[in-house]
């Protein structure tokens, strides 16, 4: 890596520097005014009035991040690796709604993504317990993936067969006027929103009603068990810091660490 790169590597994307805690600093504060710009643009009167300089400070933000997204890829040793860590998509986004409004209108409000990027303050202040906490909730996540995933694929045939039968137990004239508003009716009924326009009018129904909705009790719960378990295994493994690894982009390293605990990159000390 030649020393220009490595100097904007560190600039960059190192908060542990006072250059770099500069740079990321003045970049929250511009996602904060873009993001208050494009909600600001939303409020019809204020449309009206202030539309071409809403307009040219969206452009000039955009520009900004652009040339940021670009000098990303540029300084790290891995591109495609920021280019496809959560970040690099983030940052992506960040910058391709106002393209975009150029071909399809109105899509220059998605730009209120640009929020996701001040999840980076934890690591920017070094808030350790916020980063912490995040990580532990993330690795919770990932450990519960495949059991959430069977348990929603269960629960996804108990709405279809509930649904089917519901269909045939009310029929049109109760408002189940096909088995996809059936499921509609279970899904509603199931998760306790309960919107009630669609209401079951049979004794049959009533009482399938009834069961679905003390099963939806049971059914809310059980999700918030399999992660809250693997939340707990989670916290037992250990203290994150905020050092990011320039080849495979994870977090959680000290600041004085010599390689990184994912790849095994070899860290260079900071300047």
Not at 45 to 61: G, T
Not at 123 to 151: D, M, P
Not at 223 to 235: A, K, L, Y
Request: aromatic share 12%.
């Amino acid at each position: 890596m030649s020393a220009l790169r490595r100097k904007l590597y560190r600039i960059i994307f190192e908060a542990d520097t006072p250059a770099g805690k500069g740079f990321d600093v003045a970049l929250l504060v511009l996602i904060i005014l873009s993001v208050t710009i494009v909600s600001l643009e939303s409020v019809v009167a204020l449309r009206r009035e202030y539309l071409e300089l809403f307009l040219r400070l969206e452009w000039s933000f955009t520009i900004i991040f652009t040339i940021e997204y670009f000098l990303r890829i540029y300084s790290t040793p891995r591109p495609i690796k920021y280019i496809f860590s959560f970040f690099g998509l983030v940052d992506l986004l960040a910058i391709l709604p106002t393209y975009l409004s150029l071909f399809i209108l109105g899509s220059q409000y998605l730009l209120v993504v640009r929020v996701l990027r001040l999840l980076r303050i934890a690591r920017i202040f070094k808030l350790t317990r916020f980063i912490n906490e995040g990580q532990v909730l993330t690795r919770a996540l990932r450990a519960s993936a495949t059991k959430i995933a069977v348990f929603l694929g269960t629960v996804l045939l108990l709405v279809v067969i509930i649904g089917s039968l519901m269909y045939l137990i009310e029929g049109q004239e109760s408002g189940y006027t096909s088995i996809p508003k059936s499921i509609y009716w279970t899904i509603v009924t199931l998760t306790t929103v309960g919107y009630g326009d669609i209401a079951p009018q049979t004794a049959l129904g009533q009482f399938i009603a009834s069961i679905v909705m003390i099963m939806g009790y049971g059914i809310i719960a059980v999700p918030t068990g399999i992660v809250t378990v693997e939340m707990s295994r989670s916290e037992r493994l250990g203290v994150s810091h905020s050092r990011v690894c320039p080849n495979c982009h994870t977090e959680g390293h000290l600041a004085e660490a010599n390689f990184c605990y994912n790849c095994g990159y070899s860290f260079e000390p900071l300047a």
